[in-house]
């Protein structure tokens, strides 16, 4: 089974930017897409980004379309999210995986996630 290994969450203030980033045990990003969901207590985990395995298909969540943008380096087997413009909505636990896409929509591909970080927008 893959592991995802999510970084680089932390505290700042509302305008601030941050540079997550997602290593995975496998070349997974190689033959499915990469993704970043994000999860608050109490509500389910969302999608925020996505990008498809050899296009230039991304998709935003509205919530954080031209503030977010994701990236992913596979020999490095790695992904980022990068986050400009926080705002305290963001406020999350984040989470990333592969995906697969199909008819619009976009799904994870594994059922393993990893420990996620920590975004916390504040004063």
């Known amino acids: 089974q893959v592991q995802f290994v999510e970084s680089g969450g932390g505290l700042v203030q509302p305008g601030g930017s941050l540079r997550l980033s997602c290593t995975a045990s496998g070349y997974v990003f190689v033959t499915y897409g990469m993704s970043w969901y994000r999860q608050v207590p109490g509500k389910q985990r969302e999608l925020v980004a996505a990008?498809?395995?050899?296009?230039?298909?991304?998709w935003y969540a509205d919530s954080v379309k031209g503030r977010f943008t994701i990236s992913g380096d596979i020999e490095k087997r790695t992904m980022y999210l990068q986050m400009n413009n926080l705002k305290p909505e963001d406020t999350a636990l984040y989470f990333c995986?592969?995906?697969?896409?199909?008819?619009?929509?976009?799904?994870?591909?594994?059922?393993?996630w990893g420990q996620g970080t920590q975004v916390t927008v504040s004063l």
């Open positions: 990008a498809v395995s050899r296009t230039t298909r991304t």
């Open positions: 995986n592969a995906v697969l896409y199909g008819s619009g929509v976009y799904y994870p591909k594994f059922n393993s």
